[in-house]
């Protein structure tokens, strides 16, 4: 219901439907930011990427969560962490 809740925000309290992401973002990319200082990933636009990993997320968790769930949360989660730790560049090319 949560989904729901977020997406109706945006026509109803924009403000609040754009605080909500914005402070997801803020948290990600704080956390991006200490995983490349670690040396656990490389360095890039870590606004970027805060984006898009919500994106993934919203989109996964509605599609695959609320909309149907004929996957498991483990077989989505798993195919979501390659796409991000492997991309889909063909090695070697």
Known sequence: NLYRIVAEA???AEDAFRDYYESFEASYRQNLALAVESGE???GDCEIWSWALIGMTVF???RFALWDDER???ETANAAADLISSGMAVPGK
């Open 72 to 74: 498991s949360i483990e």
């Open 10 to 12: 945006q026509f109803v």
């Open 41 to 43: 990933i490389r360095e």
């Open 60 to 62: 996964l968790g509605m």
